[in-house]
């Protein structure tokens, strides 16, 4: 497999799954750490592992810029400090469930940390076990409100959260 950088997010993301990798997640190349909503307006930057064939034990991560944005000179945060809504990361694809938007990792130096509730549901809720997720988001982790890590699966004749 090639690679994704300059790639629609939403494209690279279904490529990636149709290769059978374990999971895909994303983040936010710029300091702002932005949520991703529609996967359609977002385009993949770089990606860990690099280009090269994957396995169904692949966990694969892009770093993103919204369309339109330089991969080479992401936004900053202003000199407040203060960033856009936080978040990251998995997901795309549609369902007969409830949808979520956002994200849920982001790697580097070769740790995962997750966001508290990085993936959230479009009322902007936090996901809790049990709960429908989507086709797209099978594989993706996040956390609850209260911090406790959460992962898409099919389970009891659905995809749903689970701890």
Same mark, same amino acid.
């Given at each position: 497999? #090639?690679?994704?950088?300059?790639? /629609?997010?939403?494209?690279?993301?279904?490529?990636?799954? %149709?290769?059978?990798?374990? $999971?895909? &997640?994303?983040?936010?190349? $710029?300091?702002?750490?932005?949520?991703?909503?529609?996967?359609? /307006?977002?385009?993949?930057?770089?990606?860990? +592992?690099?280009?090269?064939?994957?396995?169904?034990?692949?966990?694969?991560?892009?770093?993103?810029?919204?369309?339109?944005?330089?991969?080479?000179? +992401? +936004?900053?945060?202003?000199?407040?400090?203060?960033?856009? $809504? %936080?978040?990251?990361?998995?997901?795309?694809?549609?369902?007969?469930?409830?949808?979520?938007?956002? #994200? $849920?990792?982001?790697? #580097?130096? %070769?740790?995962?940390? =997750?966001?508290?509730? &990085?993936?959230?549901?479009?009322?902007? /809720?936090?996901?809790?076990?049990?709960?429908?997720?989507? /086709?797209?988001?099978?594989?993706?982790?996040?956390?609850?409100?209260?911090?406790?890590?959460? =992962?898409?699966?099919?389970?009891?004749?659905?995809?749903?959260?689970?701890?």
């Amino acid at each position: 497999m #090639g690679t994704y950088a300059g790639w /629609n997010l939403g494209k690279a993301v279904a490529d990636a799954r %149709g290769h059978h990798v374990k $999971s895909v &997640s994303y983040a936010d190349a $710029s300091e702002l750490r932005r949520s991703v909503v529609h996967t359609s /307006n977002w385009k993949v930057c770089s990606q860990s +592992p690099s280009a090269g064939t994957y396995g169904t034990s692949t966990k694969l991560s892009f770093k993103i810029v919204e369309a339109g944005e330089s991969c080479a000179h +992401p +936004p900053r945060a202003s000199s407040s400090g203060k960033s856009s $809504s %936080g978040g990251s990361s998995s997901s795309g694809g549609s369902g007969g469930s409830s949808s979520s938007s956002g #994200g $849920s990792t982001a790697t #580097g130096g %070769g740790s995962t940390t =997750t966001q508290v509730c &990085s993936i959230r549901s479009n009322a902007g /809720n936090c996901y809790r076990a049990g709960q429908f997720c989507r /086709n797209a988001d099978v594989g993706a982790t996040t956390t609850d409100a209260a911090g406790r890590k959460i =992962t898409c699966s099919y389970q009891a004749s659905a995809n749903r959260w689970h701890y």
